[in-house]
């Protein structure tokens, strides 16, 4: 009996304890959580405060455009290219079963440069620039490069984020022009050429749908994409742990991060946005059907 | 600004270049260095030894603010470093010069902008006075002047070391940190980076610390040497300096722990090293079930 008793105490004390154990874990886990935030903000702030502190050297702000931007131009392409035509394709037969065939462009047109163009742009850019930026920051981590840079009395975030972060905020807009015009082309080739629809209606109700705030607001976004992409993406690089596999985890990292933090800077803009653009049309959006 | 001529002569009557008072250094629950105190004059060359692990390394970083102590405080010629903000210590990290392991030059860039990077960071000297600065520093560590426009990835280890070692001294720094800089290399290049620490330490009698187990170069570049022990193995309230004296000193000293480091014998070592993994090993695996006390209880 006394067993049996005690027996039944330990297993109660067992139970108590693995609870215990599982909450001071949650605790820890969203303590570092919330620590991770923080950090990503100091390093946030710190880069633009760099931004004004100091001019940036051109021998080190354009080899870093160049690597961002024009190396990034024909991928970009692509993608919007495929994005306007896969468009054509999914909206096609849904809008012809409704005998709106003719208002394609409008619908192909205001989806890609309000959300497709920008987002899915910026997620191209996130896997190969965010991910290349967060491995070559990783590695000059775990080779010692970022600590000799310090030992030298150079700071750097000055040197290896400003470039990237003033790179990402300037050239990631600019490439989704390059992919919504890339999207609209396709979009249209496609429609044109293979299902038929008329150029004339074509771009005549694309025009009447799709005007410059529509585009404006697209591209507003990316500002805030680029930014996403660059910080996130250099301080994964910047904090990456010891060895291949540390260099390996960061460039994930800094691409899944990245897209997350896209989607829901996505949703808050785009609400924020389309509250904005009630003050320009008072009157209600045009509707498309 | 640091100028490039040599005007100012540094000797042991100037005040302590490095001070350092009960420095204790904690990673997470990890605790690397313990109370550690040390005084390194003007003009002297410290040699760090101590098995892998003991912390030697992460004494060197501390010495000018790469890591901040858990406990304790770090002086640089009577300045806290903790105290300092990112500023004033860029500022004052000027006055050294710092010799990685893997020399650490910047792949992106060429060998003479890497040698040339404090200089294009902190003066204002024009393109040639630089370039001349940087072909100067190359020929004191014996680079050849084809060097100057390679890659890093493009040298051998030792011409690495040499380059990092012509990028320390840019900046004609008051105290110079080397950490294990002959590893990696064959005897006689290893000879070789002997002998420019030696050359360096002649310029201006300037102060360095060497982190190193390779007791040639300790016995041929110490004025004083400093041994560290592991404190995973070492008793609590026990120091974790075991040494600190000349080379002559530490070929006299009697001290098992020493003697083994220094002769290099392996000795009991091996069995040790596979008594913690197997003690490691009963701890990750998960005790079994007791049947026969639950079929005891049953009855």
Redesign the interface.
């Known amino acids: 009996m006394s ?2 008793a005690s ?1 039944r105490d330990s297993a109660g004390r067992g139970l108590g304890d693995w609870f215990a154990t599982q909450i001071a874990n949650l605790g820890e886990f969203m303590l570092d959580r919330v620590a991770g935030v923080g950090d990503v903000a100091i390093f946030s702030l710190k880069t633009v405060g760099w931004i004004f502190a100091r001019r940036q050297r051109r021998d080190v702000l354009l ?1 870093s455009f160049y690597q961002i931007g024009v190396l990034s131009l024909p991928v970009v392409a692509l993608t919007g290219l495929f994005i306007g035509m896969v468009l054509a394709v999914q909206s096609y037969s849904q809008f012809r079963a409704m005998g709106l065939q003719t208002r394609l462009g409008a619908v192909i047109n205001l989806s890609l440069v309000r959300e497709l163009g920008p987002v899915l742009a910026a997620t191209m850019l996130a896997g190969r620039v965010g991910s290349a930026m967060a491995a070559e920051l990783g ?2 981590r775990v ?3 970022i ?9 750097p975030i000055y040197y290896l984020v400003v470039p990237r972060f003033l790179g990402c905020l300037i050239l990631i807009p600019t490439l989704t022009v390059m992919a919504d015009f890339m999207g609209v082309l396709g979009g249209y080739l496609y429609s044109h050429l293979l299902l038929g629809i008329d150029y004339h209606h074509y771009w005549t109700n694309s025009r009447e749908y799709v005007d410059a705030f529509d585009f404006l607001m697209g591209i507003f976004k990316t500002f805030f994409f680029g930014a996403a992409i660059a910080l996130v993406s250099c301080h994964r690089g910047f904090n990456c742990d010891p060895g291949a596999e540390g260099v390996g985890r960061a460039a994930t990292n800094a691409f899944v991060h990245s897209f997350m933090l896209i989607l829901v800077l996505d949703l808050f803009l785009g609400i924020g946005l389309d509250n904005l653009q009630d003050i320009f049309h008072p009157e209600g959006p045009r509707k498309l059907l | 600004m640091p100028a490039p001529a040599k005007a100012i002569r540094r000797d042991i009557s100037d005040p302590p270049v490095i001070e350092i008072q009960n420095l204790s250094m904690r990673f997470g629950d990890h605790q690397v260095l313990r109370d550690i105190s040390l005084v390194l004059p003007a003009g002297q060359t410290l040699v760090v030894i101590g098995e892998s692990g003991c912390g030697k390394t992460v004494l060197l970083k501390a010495m000018n603010g790469l890591l901040r102590p858990t406990l304790g405080e770090v002086r640089f010629e009577g300045i806290p470093l903790a105290r300092m903000n990112e500023h004033e210590l860029a500022r004052i990290r000027t006055r050294y010069g710092f010799v990685f392991q893997g020399a650490a030059l910047f792949d992106s860039l060429t060998i003479a902008d890497n040698i040339a990077f404090p200089l294009r960071e902190h003066t204002r000297l024009s393109a040639a006075e630089i370039s001349d600065i940087v072909e100067s520093l190359l020929g004191e560590v014996g680079l050849p002047q084809s060097v100057a426009t390679m890659k890093p990835m493009q040298l051998s280890g030792g011409m690495r070391k040499r380059a990092g070692l012509a990028r320390a001294l840019a900046l004609d720094p008051h105290l110079i940190l080397y950490d294990e800089p002959t590893t990696g290399l064959d005897p006689i290049m290893s000879d070789v980076i002997n002998e420019l620490i030696l050359r360096a330490r002649s310029r201006d009698g300037v102060t360095s610390v060497v982190v190193t187990h390779d007791m040639h170069t300790a016995r041929k570049v110490a004025d004083v040497i400093l041994m560290l022990y592991p404190l995973s193995r070492l008793p609590p309230g026990e120091p974790q300096v075991i040494f600190q004296g000349t080379p002559h000193d530490l070929d006299n000293c009697s001290d098992p722990r020493i003697r083994q480091f220094i002769e290099g014998q392996a000795g009991t070592r091996l069995s040790e090293l596979k008594d913690e993994q197997a003690r490691d090993q009963a701890q990750s695996t998960p005790p079994t079930p007791e049947h026969s006390q639950h079929t005891e209880d049953e009855t």
């Open positions: 067993n049996r027996n080899p590695t000059m080779t010692e490069q600590d000799a840079m310090e030992s030298m009395g150079a700071n």
